[in-house]
C-alpha cells in the first residue's frame, strides 16, 4: 500500500479529488488547508471542504507513485484487469500507450483458458511476444489495424 496525496481541483465538494504525489511527513501542514467549494453542480451554496487527502492505494511494486498519479484512470482501469497483470507484471507499463478498447481487448485474451482456434492463439502468443520483446526498435502496436478488429468480436 502506497499513501498517495490527494487535492480537490474541482469546483464542487463532490468532485473526486485527483491523485498528486507520493504522501510524506512535508505534506502533513497541507492536510489542514481548508477552501469553500459549491454544494454540488446545481446547488451553488458554498461549503467547507479539506482541499488535500490522504489516500492508502493498493499499487504493484513495479509501478512507481508517480507514474501512477500522471495517468492514474488508465491505471485504474488496466488495475482492474488482474489477468493483465498476472500475465505482464512489470511489462504492464508498456500498456499505458494502448487505447482503452485495446487494453480491454487484450484482457479477454489473456482470460481465455484454452484456445479452440488457432487464429486466436497465435494472436495470443504475438500479443506475449511482443511484450517479452526489448528491442527498442519493435512496433508501437503487438497487433496490426485488422489484426485488432479481428479479436475486438471477442471482447467480454
Same mark, same amino acid.
Given at each position: 500500500?502506497?499513501?498517495?496525496?490527494?487535492?480537490?481541483?474541482?469546483?464542487?465538494?463532490?468532485?473526486?479529488?485527483?491523485?498528486?504525489?507520493?504522501?510524506? *511527513?512535508?505534506?502533513?501542514?497541507?492536510?489542514?488547508?481548508?477552501?469553500? %467549494?459549491?454544494?454540488? %453542480?446545481?446547488?451553488?451554496?458554498?461549503?467547507?471542504?479539506?482541499?488535500?487527502?490522504?489516500?492508502?492505494? *493498493?499499487?504493484?511494486? #513495479?509501478?512507481?507513485?508517480?507514474? %501512477?498519479?500522471?495517468?492514474?484512470?488508465?491505471?485504474?482501469?488496466?488495475?482492474? =484487469?488482474?489477468?493483465?497483470?498476472?500475465?505482464?507484471?512489470?511489462? +504492464?507499463?508498456?500498456?499505458?500507450?494502448?487505447? %482503452?478498447?485495446?487494453?480491454?481487448?487484450?484482457? +479477454?485474451?489473456?482470460?481465455?483458458?484454452?484456445?479452440?482456434?488457432?487464429?486466436?492463439? +497465435?494472436?495470443?502468443?504475438?500479443?506475449?511476444? #511482443?511484450?517479452? *520483446? *526489448?528491442?527498442?526498435?519493435? =512496433?508501437? +502496436?503487438?497487433?496490426?489495424?485488422?489484426?485488432?478488429?479481428?479479436?475486438?468480436?471477442?471482447?467480454?
Amino acid at each position: 500500500m502506497v499513501k498517495i496525496l490527494f487535492c480537490r481541483f474541482g469546483e464542487n465538494i463532490t468532485t473526486d479529488p485527483s491523485p498528486v504525489r507520493e504522501y510524506t *511527513d512535508q505534506d502533513l501542514p497541507l492536510l489542514e488547508i481548508i477552501d469553500r %467549494y459549491c454544494a454540488s %453542480y446545481d446547488d451553488n451554496r458554498l461549503v467547507p471542504g479539506h482541499k488535500y487527502s490522504v489516500r492508502e492505494i *493498493d499499487l504493484p511494486g #513495479w509501478l512507481p507513485a508517480d507514474q %501512477y498519479c500522471d495517468n492514474y484512470l488508465k491505471w485504474n482501469f488496466i488495475l482492474g =484487469y488482474p489477468c493483465i497483470i498476472e500475465k505482464l507484471g512489470p511489462r +504492464s507499463i508498456s500498456l499505458i500507450r494502448m487505447e %482503452y478498447i485495446e487494453i480491454k481487448a487484450l484482457a +479477454s485474451l489473456f482470460q481465455v483458458k484454452k484456445f479452440r482456434s488457432s487464429f486466436r492463439e +497465435s494472436i495470443y502468443n504475438q500479443v506475449l511476444n #511482443w511484450f517479452y *520483446d *526489448d528491442r527498442e526498435d519493435k =512496433y508501437r +502496436s503487438p497487433l496490426s489495424e485488422k489484426q485488432w478488429i479481428a479479436i475486438s468480436r471477442y471482447i467480454r
